[in-house]
């Protein structure tokens, strides 16, 4: 029989595996957009603003992104058997958090390797990025004319997927520049990442309408941008010895 139900959700209520409540980390997330309006961005703060994409109507300009699509949410898989199946995250008896396994929690999981033409090993484990396309769907609505530009960690799909290379797949862990050896231990202290499949993130933009003009590793695209020529004008436009450390040591990590 039909019956009602009450759903309360308290975003203030304290979470034991986040460590704060939601009330908080929202508000975290917020402050800092405004801290960052206030502060460094203060003498751009005409030009600079803080929104959705969804929201956003360009009529011509540039989409950039730093960084961002290896950090969009993965779904994990692993062959077993000759079956797909799904990582999970379950709470264990003692309060911690574990891995368990189950059936692909959507028929795009197993729609997304065949499409790549990629067949995993029995006991290879993979990620799967699909918020990339409708990340892609997004910026395609909102730019009318104009550039799309991500710099991520990536390769092809049959890199990606090489046995031989990543036969335990690419979700890693970050805190202080270290690996973290445990993904599930501390949830929320450090950053998750994965490998962007370029050759996914090519077919879905040209499904939309946009065209590859240029796919380059970074620091040959920097070099061919005479980005040399350009560090040694701002040095000499430099005083300050700290400031030119600093950004002769920012342009050596970039390439």
């Known amino acids: 029989p039909e019956e009602d139900w009450t759903i309360r959700v308290d975003s203030g209520q304290y979470s034991p595996w986040l460590g704060d409540s939601y009330a908080n980390i929202a508000s975290m997330g917020l402050s800092f957009q405004r801290s960052q309006n206030s502060g460094r961005l203060q003498p751009f703060a005409d030009r600079v603003d803080f929104g959705r994409i969804e929201d956003a109507a360009i009529d011509s300009g540039l989409v950039f992104s730093n960084e ?8 994990r898989v692993k062959m077993v058997a000759g079956e797909l199946q799904e990582f999970y995250v379950n709470v264990a008896a003692d309060g911690t958090f574990e891995w368990t396994t189950g059936s692909p929690s959507t028929p795009r999981l197993v729609e997304y390797f065949e499409a790549n033409e990629i067949n995993l090993l029995d006991g290879q484990i993979a990620e799967v990025n699909l918020e990339i396309d409708e990340w892609l769907k997004k910026v395609s609505r909102a730019l009318r004319n104009g550039y799309v530009i ?16 990543r036969f335990g797949g690419t979700l890693r862990g970050f805190k202080s520049h270290r690996f973290v050896e445990d993904l599930l231990a501390d949830a929320g202290s450090y950053d998750l990442t994965s490998t962007v499949n370029w050759t996914y993130v090519k077919q879905m933009g040209e499904k939309l309408g946009l065209k590859v003009v240029e796919f380059e590793q970074q620091e040959k695209f920097l070099l061919d941008a005479d980005l040399l020529t350009q560090l040694e004008l ?5 005083e300050n010895e700290v400031e030119k450390l600093l950004l002769s040591t920012a342009a050596r990590d970039m390439i």
């Open 68 to 75: 961002l699509l290896d950090a969009f949410p993965v779904h």
């Open 234 to 238: 701002e040095l000499q436009a430099r």
């Open 150 to 165: 991500t710099v991520d960690y990536g390769a092809d799909a049959k890199e990606l997927y090489d046995p031989a290379r």
